[in-house]
């Protein structure tokens, strides 16, 4: 999901407007503005896409100088209206609005202790509960009652809140999730997931919301707090890998430049005697940059993808896998016919798109193609807010490289090593979740929604 908020800005909800456009690639089932003008809350939240469901008029309802807004993609919880962030609620002591990224581990926990008390939920996501735990806090300021909500949960958070007249924006500890801080001209803040969306409205890219910090923008300044304790952080190496936009900047990496790194390491690690280095677009693009570049074999685009179909992990039904699949990518036979092809991906998952690939790739007429994959076998499901599929659908977690390269009928398969990934990405010394890879989880899973234990 990606999150968005405003504080300060006459412009406030065209603004968030823009920087959810901007980061439309983190989630595409829902989106929605909630702003306050210091009397109340203006919501318009919807199905779909930011430009598909926002408008002249519904962006000219959104009055007041706050917004936050979010971009949903199903994590938990059905994928249906009742779902839509920000949830805007008012209370006995005011209006709440909050908008989450990441996934609460204990949420089905708190949620049946808060339903045995007598609280009654009104959607299936796990971010309500914050809402009614903040609510249901006796502390006498707000920011008391948002800290003493979120240590009764745990998990992935990047989150933004908003009371009448002040925003409040937080990482869990482990700081799975980015959120970066922005400023404009006037003086006004921004906080987004990426700093992709502080470009497209020209703010300036201040600093990232640490780990375990909270953040009050409101009429006495911008206070930090790190009321959760201490823990070593876990940001989601994944993030680098695959799921933000490259042209931003992550856990203090530039996106592009790290999957650049991670291509030419896998280079190191698996050279392939070959005529031509291809992506798989979008995903694969700067790792296949830097592949070519380390080895010296010349980069080409021999796959065109369709970019009006949605990206396929984004869709949540199988039946729609496959056809996504099919319609987004073709190959150009002219730069394939009778080569041997080096082609590279950010990663593979059930194994649909690789195996599609390679013999679109064969069909056009290549010699031989190799699969290179930017990240290591994928063979854990996250918990912590990507929606990858459970462990039965995961490729990797069932076959080896040997078995998945017989399936894909590639001629060889190599995937960058954990160990060559981590070297990479903790550049800067800061601690990586790579769960995905090692079924390593930072924070174990209580229990699962419908009660089987996860992992
Ligand atoms: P597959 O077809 O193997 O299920 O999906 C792999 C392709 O889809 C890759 O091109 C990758 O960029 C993208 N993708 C789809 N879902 C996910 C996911 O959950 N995690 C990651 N890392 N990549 C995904
Ligand atoms: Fe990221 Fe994987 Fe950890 Fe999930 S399990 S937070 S996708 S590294």
Do not use: W
């Not at 950010?346 to 195996?355: A, L």
Request: charged content about 20%; hydrophobic content about 40%.
């Amino acid at each position: 999901c990606a999150v968005m908020g405003v504080y300060g800005h006459p412009e406030a909800a065209n603004l968030a407007y823009l920087g959810l456009y901007a980061l439309q690639h983190r989630g595409q089932e829902s989106t929605g503005i909630v702003t306050a003008d210091g009397d109340g809350f203006h919501v318009e939240v919807g199905m779909g896409r930011v430009n598909d469901f926002f408008n002249e008029v519904r962006l000219a309802h959104l009055q007041g100088p706050l917004a936050i807004g979010h971009n949903r993609y199903s994590t938990t919880g059905s994928s249906s209206l009742r779902n839509v962030q920000p949830l805007a609620v008012d209370y006995a002591r005011g209006s709440l609005a909050i908008a989450h990224n990441g996934n609460l581990v204990n949420a089905q926990r708190v949620r049946s202790e808060l339903e045995a008390h007598g609280s009654i939920f009104r959607s299936t996501s796990d971010t309500e509960v914050v809402l009614h735990l903040i609510a249901q806090s006796q502390a006498v300021n707000l920011v008391d009652c948002v800290i003493e909500a979120l240590r009764q949960v745990q998990g992935a958070y990047s989150l933004l809140v908003m009371g009448r007249e002040e925003l409040f924006a937080v990482r869990d500890p482990y700081g799975f999730r980015p959120l970066c801080i922005g400023q404009f001209e006037n003086g006004g803040y921004v906080v987004a997931s990426e700093t992709c969306a502080l470009d497209l409205i020209e703010a300036t890219y201040v600093r990232d919301v640490l780990p375990g910090e909270l953040i009050r923008f409101s009429a006495d300044g911008v206070q930090s707090y790190f009321p959760f304790g201490s823990v070593a952080s876990r940001q989601c190496v994944l993030e680098l890998i695959y799921f933000a936009r490259t042209d931003s900047d992550v856990f203090s990496h530039n996106v592009y430049l790290m999957r650049k790194a991670f291509g030419a390491r896998l280079a190191r690690e698996a050279p392939a005697q070959a005529d031509v280095v291809i992506p798989v677009p979008d995903g694969g693009i700067p790792a296949a940059l830097g592949y070519a570049e380390a080895v010296g074999i010349p980069f080409d685009t021999g796959l065109t993808r369709n970019h009006y179909v949605g990206r396929t992990f984004i869709e949540p039904q199988q039946s729609i896998r496959n056809f996504g699949v099919k319609i987004k990518l073709n190959a150009n036979r002219s730069c394939l016919e009778g080569k041997r092809v080096v082609v590279v991906d950010d990663s593979i998952v059930r194994g649909t798109t690789s195996k599609k690939v390679v013999q679109m790739i064969r069909q056009a007429g290549a010699k031989e193609v190799h699969m290179r994959i930017s990240s290591p076998p994928t063979t854990h499901p996250c918990v912590y807010g990507i929606d990858t599929p459970t462990s039965e659908e995961l490729i990797a977690s069932s076959h080896s490289i040997d078995e998945i390269r017989d399936y894909l009928q590639a001629d060889s398969l190599a995937y960058l090593s954990h160990e060559g990934m981590m070297r990479m990405a903790y550049a800067n010394e800061q601690g990586y979740c790579s769960a995905c890879f090692t079924g390593d989880y930072p924070i174990p899973m209580p229990q699962h929604e419908d009660g089987v234990q996860l992992p």
